[in-house]
């Protein structure tokens, strides 16, 4: 089993940038397939951006394509999505989640762990 901490959510001005940890428990870190999802007040909890077991490939949404990066550290067991440029529509709960076989979908029922998210406010 997993345990995934998400960190570094807070209060942005819009375009400016924060930097998203999902730290996780577990010695088969290196094995899963990684994502983060994020829900609004009153919306849908929608994809974000996901990172294969090896890092070798992402994937973004295309509301945050060219602006959101994410990568891992397998030494540190951590996951990061750093996002640049923010607008207030990025505001959102945002949740990592982790998918043992190693793969990533934009779904969020396949994933198999979760975090209990952390705030992204931007103000406008």
């Known amino acids: 089993q997993v345990q995934l901490v998400e960190s570094g959510g807070g209060l942005v001005q819009a375009g400016g940038s924060l930097r998203l940890s999902c730290a996780a428990s577990?010695?088969?870190?290196?094995?899963?397939?990684m994502a983060w999802f994020r829900q609004a007040p009153g919306k849908e909890r929608e994809f974000v951006s996901a990172i294969v077991g090896s890092g070798g490939s992402t994937s973004y949404a295309d509301s945050v394509k060219g602006r959101f990066t994410i990568s891992r550290d397998h030494a540190k067991n951590t996951v990061y999505l750093q996002m640049n440029s923010l607008k207030p529509e990025d505001t959102a709960v945002y949740y990592c989640?982790?998918?043992?076989?190693?793969?990533?979908?934009?779904?969020?029922?396949?994933?198999?762990?979760w975090g209990q998210g952390t705030q992204v406010t931007v103000s406008s």
């Open positions: 577990g010695r088969t870190f290196s094995n899963y397939g």
């Open positions: 989640a982790a998918h043992t076989a190693g793969w990533t979908t934009q779904s969020s029922g396949t994933y198999d762990y």
